[in-house]
T-cell receptor, first 110, second 112 residues
């Protein structure tokens, strides 16, 4: 199947910091999605992107759909402790199927 | 409240037994999906169904079976042929093609 490369695999945040993660593909996709998963729960949709170049915000989260349609990034501004979790990018393929990246695990700096 | 319900939350089985995971949605969504998640990994698609009485294999369907007899229900059976069944299983549904997937809270299956 399609492969999405998500980076970094993990990161540590300090409260108040801005953090960024990205997702790349070798193929073109017309829909990019960002989900967050808390431990033991299902992923929750954060932001959906439908147009190349589109920049969309949801509170402190901002995501962009790359102009080449092969990448996307997610920024979290002024991070807070509840931002910890796993963030997944996903792309929509034929049949409304989603292919997911490997996830970026966000942890709090000790 | 509308949503997707997966039950049970935790399931334990002995090797060699088939086990069925439940997924029910009251969102009136046509499409339903099953994903598998292993520790530290992303989600991989097992089976999906676009409409009642129809379903297709995903990327890792071997050792699994599904049925879609009712719009609101999409049970997944993990058969004894699945070599590594221990995992976190997530069910999802979506409305029309442009709608994102909504996920249940998962079932953690442990086979020993």
């Amino acid at each position: 199947g399609q492969q999405l490369n998500q980076s970094p695999q993990s990161m540590f945040i300090q409260e108040g910091e801005d953090v960024s993660m990205n997702c790349t593909s070798s193929s073109i996709f017309n829909t990019w999605l960002w989900y967050k998963q808390d431990p033991g729960e299902g992923p929750v949709l954060l932001i959906a992107l439908y147009k190349a170049g589109e920049l969309t915000s949801n509170g402190r989260l901002t995501a962009q759909f790359g102009i080449t349609r092969k990448d996307s990034f997610l920024n979290i501004s002024a991070s807070i402790p509840s931002d910890v979790g796993i963030y997944f990018c996903a792309v929509k393929a034929a049949g409304n199927k989603l292919t997911f990246g490997g996830g970026t695990r966000v942890l709090v700096k000790p | 409240d509308g949503g997707i319900t997966q039950s049970p939350k935790y399931l334990f089985r002995k090797e060699g037994q088939n086990v069925t995971l439940s997924c029910e949605q009251n969102l009136n969504h046509d499409a339903m999906y099953w994903y598998r998640q292993d520790p530290g990994q992303g989600l991989r698609l097992i089976y999906y169904s676009q409409i009642v009485n129809d379903f297709q294999k995903g990327d890792i369907a071997e050792g699994y079976s599904v049925s879609r007899e009712k719009k609101e229900s999409f049970p997944l059976t993990v058969t004894s042929a699945q070599k590594n069944p221990t995992a976190f299983y997530l069910c999802a549904s979506s409305g029309d093609y442009n709608s994102p997937l909504h996920f249940g809270n998962g079932t953690r299956l442990t086979v020993t």
